[in-house]
RNA sequence: GGGCGAUUAGCUCAGCUGGCUAGAGUACCUGCUUGACAUGCAGGGGGUCACUGGUUCAAGUCCAGUAUCGCCCACCA
């Protein structure tokens, strides 16, 4: 219970800390009395049906937690190691026969030695016996079609006790197992002088003295792969005990076909397969565990050894169920953990009590969850909530990535990789660690993450605070709520960003649907900084930035600026909430809101009459202009501060456009006049630049580097003739005229009409450079 | 032995339905105390999309195979 307050309390902590969305009041404990009794009532009902049972078998036994474990916690590994070829005496004669095996101090626990029953090269040994080194025991020579032939001799040596295969062999030919390990993986009485001695001590030891009588052939090195304990590492031991057991076959049929049928629905669908594969190839599942700590086995054991009855049920039996007498003793052991996790979509809502709980909120939507623990605890939740409530837990399964550290190697407590959770948010702010981790994580794939990379979220929630902070002070006393559309007059780039905005709530929603968190999350990074912040913020500015004496330009035109920005960014604000809960709360109970918090308002929605390709299309020619004019610019060498006067080529829209935005452009550019029409002449001595086949002009008298000019052309030049030469042999292929869609055939041919005109231009530029 | 993933700029990775003139972040280079932000702004260099074949008018994207790395499953001593 002191652990439980210790470690569960800091799970809770960091839980908390991370801002996860959690109904706090339905917290509950794994080991608290309704638990408890969903734990029993599941083992009783399971008994009842016939579906657990005890018996006698070979299980993965480890000799330092000194307990059964389930396959599922055995970890396998390929290994080196050697392979004993160890002659046995057959009675009665001069002959031997070779056993090879990687286990020679098993060899006390041997009943018979094994050949294949069409093996010419044994035949006539079968029926006779071997006589056992040390042991002095003699042991038939069988056959068995479980041998086979080309493995080693091809004699094999049969230790029921100790491997689950030779216990089947064993019990086929009736042989009785003998048990030569303790629990603790030494060696016991069965063996003599090796009582006490650890099995690898002897291992080394027997082979030593077979070596010395001659008796062993030789070894070899062979690959394996090693059995270890997933929670202390240890070497497990196959070893013969008595053991409770789920029958699994008929859990697993209908929770199979419930994922065929998708009525589970696995994402990334690739785990269907995995799962299909385990649940087709599925065996009964070991539930006792030798620990003091779980669920202890709802089972009593009757005191007269006349009746020797067990009696099973949820509360403790005042009598024996057969004989009715007292004395009765509870059975020792306790249940593997998963027993008690499997249940939890059910137990967690009340089960078994008919609460309204379990009939409300069962089954659930979605679980997310770790793909290393889709056999523990996904698909036995599966197998159980079929089993006891008729229908699967949950409609959906999120797989996540695992996170690995920065040399991908899973994060383990030995290894001491694992960043304190509380730390890095500490160093990064919560929302950054939360932003950062998702916006690394495609769909499924694990992550290499290293703290640093948390700057990323940090730097951009402080990007969304300083534009918060911007609008919030442009806004002034405007409350864009009590705004109607009526009072607006929309600009260009109000109308381009509306649809930008537009375009990322469908991109955002849809990506979320499918459980794409990453490019939902990188679709908005782009949109809010590199959209919002870097061309829209910018753009408004000469529109709602007050004068001196506090005066605007054009009130309404700033009205519209102030609605238009604040209205985008509230809707920033909600799909950036699910990522970021802390700040974008913050900044939205900061801004006129209407509601008490921003996780309950609503989820934007993309309005049909945003969407507006042609003011996209405008903005983005805008768009190259500037950045074309930065460029010549930087490469020319002015300093920001420096304002230029730029001249344009251009008629028919981008005339148009660009008239209409000269103010807008202006300080983008830092251009100060600007000489717009189709009759503009190249001025003299100037930078030039080509956007869309239209012509720009930097005056640049007593300013130009000549030579950095011509190296800038040339270099444009090679890329738009690259280009056009791609371009040009696609439009001369016959097969691409006739095949391809005629609007990627039309593209082809607009762009080859602009590279033409590049061409000619820059090269008009270069020369005009050479004069 | 089977299954699954990965292989794209120096590094970490996007690129879902084939039209890419291949992107982002970071690192790097240049210039900026531009009245939200230097946790910033602007500009720039950098890639035979592992390899080999195939399908297609068109392949980073689809198919087959190969190689390397990683994970999972498997009762061959």
Not at 302 to 326: E, I, M, N, Q, R
Request: aromatic share 10%; glycine share 6%.
């Amino acid at each position: 219970m002191e652990w439980k307050e210790q470690y569960g309390g800091l799970i809770l902590k960091q839980m908390r800390r991370l801002g996860e969305s959690v109904d706090w009041s339905r917290e509950v404990f794994t080991m608290d009395e309704p638990r408890s009794r969903a734990v029993a009532t599941a083992f009783v009902r399971l008994y009842e049906k016939g579906l657990i049972y005890r018996g006698h078998y070979v299980v993965n036994w480890c000799p330092r937690c000194l307990t059964a474990i389930s396959d599922e916690e055995v970890e396998h590994e390929e290994s080196e190691t050697l392979l004993y070829h160890i002659k046995y005496p057959v009675a009665g004669t001069e002959k031997h026969i070779t056993v090879a095996t990687t286990r020679p101090e098993t060899l006390f626990g041997d009943v018979a030695v094994a050949v294949h029953p069409k093996d010419r090269r044994y035949a006539h040994l079968v029926g006779k016996t071997a006589i056992l080194p040390f042991a002095r025991r003699e042991i038939p020579i069988i056959s068995d079609e479980y041998v086979d032939p080309k493995f080693g001799t091809g004699a094999l040596k049969i230790t029921p006790a100790h491997d689950a295969n030779d216990f089947e062999v064993g019990k086929r030919h009736g042989l009785e197992p003998v048990i030569v390990l303790n629990p603790d993986g030494t060696l016991n009485a069965q063996t003599g002088d090796f009582a006490g001695e650890d099995r690898f001590a002897v291992r080394k030891k027997i082979a030593e003295m077979l070596a010395d009588r001659g008796l062993l052939a030789r070894t070899e090195s062979h690959r394996y792969s090693k059995a270890t304990c997933s929670r202390c590492d240890s070497v497990i031991e196959p070893y013969l005990s008595r053991q409770w057991f789920v029958k699994m076959k008929p859990l697993a049929e209908p929770a199979l076909q419930a994922v065929k049928k998708k009525q589970v629905k696995f994402f990334p669908a690739r785990w269907t397969k995995t799962y299909g594969h385990w649940m087709t190839h599925i065996r009964d599942w070991c539930i006792s565990r030798q620990l003091w700590w779980g669920h202890r086995i709802p089972v009593w054991y009757c005191g007269d050894s006349a009746c020797g009855a067990l009696t099973v049920a949820v509360d403790p039996p005042a009598a024996c169920g057969t004989c009715g007498k007292g004395g009765l003793m509870q059975d020792e052991d306790v249940l593997d953990t998963w027993f008690s996790s499997w249940l939890w979509p059910i137990s967690t809502l009340g089960w078994p009590e008919e609460t309204a709980d379990l009939k409300r909120f069962y089954p659930s939507t979605f679980l997310v969850t770790g793909p290393d623990i889709i056999f523990f605890w996904v698909a036995r939740m599966i197998m159980a909530g079929i089993e006891f409530r008729g229908e699967p837990p949950f409609a959906h399964v999120l797989f996540n990535g695992i996170v690995r550290d920065p040399q991908g190697r899973k994060m383990s407590k030995s290894l001491g990789n694992s960043p304190d959770p509380i730390a890095v948010m500490d160093e990064y702010g919560a929302d950054a660690v939360r932003f950062t981790v998702v916006y690394l994580a495609p769909l499924g794939q694990d992550i290499l993450f290293d703290a640093k990379r948390c700057e990323t979220g940090k730097f951009f929630a402080n990007k969304l605070w300083n534009a918060a902070r911007l609008v919030k002070m442009r806004l002034a006393d405007t409350d864009p709520r009590k705004v109607k559309d009526g009072q607006l007059a929309l600009t260009l780039a109000d109308r381009w960003i509306l649809s930008r905005y537009a375009n990322c709530v469908k991109d955002v929603t849809r990506n979320l649907k499918t459980y794409r968190l990453s490019e939902a999350a990188q679709a908005l990074y782009q949109f809010t900084w590199h959209e919002f912040c870097d061309w829209y913020l910018e753009m408004i500015k000469p529109r709602w930035t007050p004068a001196a004496d506090g005066s605007l330009p054009d009130e309404k035109d700033a009205l519209t600026a102030r609605v238009v920005a604040s209205r985008v960014l509230d809707g920033i604000l909600h799909l950036l909430h699910p990522f970021m809960p802390f700040v974008t709360e913050e900044i939205w109970q900061a801004l006129p809101h209407t509601g008490e918090t921003i996780t309950t308002s609503a989820w934007p929605k993309a309005k049909k009459a945003w969407f507006d390709s042609e003011a996209e299309e405008q903005v983005q020619f805008l768009q190259e202009v500037v950045t074309a004019i930065r460029n010549m610019r930087s490469e020319m060498n002015l300093p920001p501060a420096k304002v230029v006067n730029a001249v344009v080529r251009a008629d028919g829209d981008a005339l148009k456009a660009l008239e209409a935005n000269r103010a807008t452009l202006g300080p983008l550019a830092r251009v100060g006049e600007w000489t717009i029409g189709p009759e503009a002449q190249r001025p003299g001595v100037a930078a030039s630049s080509i956007v869309r086949g239209m012509e720009v002009w930097i005056p640049l008298v007593g300013l130009i580097d000549v030579a950095a000019e011509r190296i800038r052309l040339t270099r444009e030049a090679d890329k738009v003739l690259s280009d056009l030469e791609g371009t040009k042999k696609k439009l001369m292929n016959q097969d691409f005229l006739s095949k391809a869609r005629p609007d990627v055939v039309q593209r082809e041919k607009d762009r080859l009409e602009v590279l033409d005109q590049t061409v000619v231009k820059l090269k008009k530029a270069l020369e005009a450079l050479r004069a």
